[in-house]
Structure formats: structure tokens, C-alpha cells
């Protein structure tokens, strides 16, 4: 690479509603491993192919551990990344930790959780129609369905989702929270936590969450610290994107002709419909996390030297048009489906088939209930989110 | 004492391409048009075989003991 390659400020800018930045596509054809400036850490690589996408994220060469408490690390965030969290480990801290919670993400133990997920959703489709239109689909059902289901599986009660209902949204915030909020809600999250640890120490549960404590206190698998994290991972990663994308996938499906009806009439399409809303509506704005290089890799052809951060952005990956015929478009039968909306790799979401049975159910009963559902308002007034790593409407206001 | 072995088997109908297996271990996993495939299907034993399989979000990863064909991951 010349010496005199753009450094480009990343994030590219605060997106607009789900739109993709065009810069993604320009740098795929042109400047597929390209240099960026980040808000915070300095100046790191941005990878914009499929294929490139996968090496970084799957090749044990790039570490995450190595980002850890760095505040030479480039990053969207004012803080460095923090220790103790799966997605901030490698191997072998990640596999120790990893195994105690696998097992109960698998599609097989997920499945179980189905009847019940649709009759979470089933109430709230329910209360909806008690209330009749409008109503703001982002408060009355996406905030609603994912908190109950990840609190019921570790065992923390659903009456309580009101007091972490904005700890995801502020653990990934870029600008809207100050530090000092951010460090009162972790604070506040981490006593929850610990306070929940030690009912199950007086009274043993058979929940998630007292399974991790039984490894603690039994086995010594974990540390507290690694406990208390693992707890406050679950309860973050589990809600706050999924609920995001229940109002993001609705959204498209609402203003793009003919898709709502297609469901509707087709039911059976609804998982695949779900794989493409995946690729299609990428909820984070492009921040991710760094990985760096902890030897020389090759990347498309440029040499990443040791010790130097790699971003990638499963946005730009999801459009390659080398792997999606029309890339740009959303195409609910869409076959094959090789998107990157849950990583790749060591890091592959936990909660990735968890999400998939959330998002498929919740989309296909919103379809079977509310077969005239639409947008109460233009689709151009439709509130977003901004200054946050993820992206979704503040307000969805339906009617049918 | 016969050295111990364990077979891999990789079911492709069910394999996503999480890629989860190939980032624990490369040495043991590659990619092929998108799924995964065992590099050897006779293996000397190796913790991290046991890792991949037990994080298959599809569980589409069998490791067992080849002398006794007992499985030893995923946990059933």
C-alpha cells in the first residue's frame, strides 16, 4: 500500500435510518483494505469483502484480547474495551468461559424455547389489539418480547427489565451517554447482578444464571468477576438487538411493496424472509470492535503488520456483490444466504440462533395477526436512534 | 497402551458456516463453498476438537472415542 493512501475518518458518518453508506461499496470495488481514523486510539484498517471479512474474523492471528484496556487501540468508544467479557477474550479464557454457556444457545435447546416465545408474543400482539391503533410497535412490542425471554432463561425477574432497560443502549453508546452516565449504569448493572449471584448462594435455582453459580461455587470454573460479567453479557447482548431489529425488519417490511403480503400469504417464507432482513439491515452504524494483528497477516493482498487494528463492518460485507446478486435490493427468497450479521468465527454470536427463533416468531405472528398492519406515519418521519453503535427507530408508529 | 484416537464427523446438511469451528481451530476445521469440513477425520486427541463441537450453535460437530465409537462432544 502507497504512503500516500486516504486516511478516511470512521465511522463515516452517522447513518440515516438503515441506510448504507455508498463509501462501502466504492472501497469494496476500489480500496477493499483501506486506512481509517477513529474518534478515539488513532488510525487502524477497514476490511469491506466478504472473504477478507471472514479471514479477520475467523483467523486466530487477529485478537481481541489484545484490544483490552488499551487506550492506544483504535476505537468509536471514549473508554477502551474492558476485560472480562467473552467477546473481549481469546482463547483460552474465551473456550473456558464459553463452554459454560454454549450448550444452552444450541438450535436443539433453543427449539424448546419456542412455545413460549410465541406465547410471549401472543400477549403482547394480544394487549395491541386491546389498545387498537396506533400503537408504537418499538415500546409495545420490540422493547417487550427479547427482555422477557433472556431473563426468563437466566432466571432474573421480568418485572425488573425497567431498571437495564437503557444499560444496552448506553454500554453502546458512542456519544449519546457521557462517561460518567456509562460508568453509573454499569455500577448500578453490576450490583444487580451481584445481588441476584447471591440469592442463588442462599437459595439455589435451575436457571442460567444459578448454573453459572454452581460452576462457580462447585467447580471453580469461573471467577466472580467472570461471573458477574458473563451475567451482565447475557442480559446486554440478549435484548437490546434483537429488540432493534424486531423494529428494523418490520420497518422494511413495511415500506417495501408487496413484502408484507408475501408473507402473509406465505407464512412458510418467513425464515428465510428473516435471513435477509439479517443481511439486509445491519444494526450496528459501522463502529465494531477492533482486532489486532498479533503477527503480520495478508489481507487481500495488503500486508497488516503485527500490532496494527483491523475493523470490519458487516454491512459492507452483506452487500458484496461477488456473493449477493443485487446486493441492494431485499429479496425475501433469497438462496443461498451467506450473511455475516452474526459474525464469523471464535466469536460468533452466542445468542445467534436465539435471535433467529425471537426475530422469526415475533415477525411471523405480527404477519398472521395484523395482515393490514402500516405505517401510521410517512416512512421519511419514522424517528431513528443516533449516537449509539447500533442503529433502530426511537418510535414505530403503526395502525391497521 | 494403544494410542487413543477420535473421528470427526462434520453433518453438512446442518452446518451454517458459523465459522465457529475454524476460529477455535484452523488446524483441525477449513471452510469448503461455505461449510465446514474436518481436515482429518482420524485425530490424535485435542481439547480444542471438543471446544469446536460443543459451540456448533447447530451442533452439526461429532467427535468420538474411535476405538469404542463413545461420543465425546457434543453433550447429548
Redesign the interface.
Known sequence: MSSDAEVRDYPFGEPAGIEVDPLFAKLRREEPVSRIRLPYGGEGWLVTRHEDTKLVLADPRFSRARTVDRDDVPRTTPEPARGGFLLNMDPPEHNRLRRLVALAFTSRRVERLRPRVQEIVGERLAEIERHGPPTDLVRSLALQVPIVVICEMLGVPARDQERFQDFSDAVLSTTAYTPEEILAVRTALQTYLADMVRRRREQPTDDLLGALVAARDDEDRLSEEELINLGIGLLIAGHGTTANQISNFTYVLLTRPGSWDLLRERPDLVPGAVEELLRYVEFGTGGSFAKVATEDVLVGGVLIPAGDAVFVNAQAANRDETVFDSPDEVDLLRQPNPHLAFGHGLHHCLGAQLARLILQVTIGSLVRHFPSLRLAVPAEDVPWKTGLLVRGPKALPVSW | MTEQRWRIQIDKRTCI????C???S?DHFR?VD?RSEPRAESVTPDD?VL?AA??????AILVRAENTMTILA??Q
Open positions: 458456516g458459523s465459522g465457529l475454524i476460529g477455535i484452523p471452510l461455505g480444542l471446544d460443543e459451540f456448533c450453535p447447530v451442533e457434543p453433550q
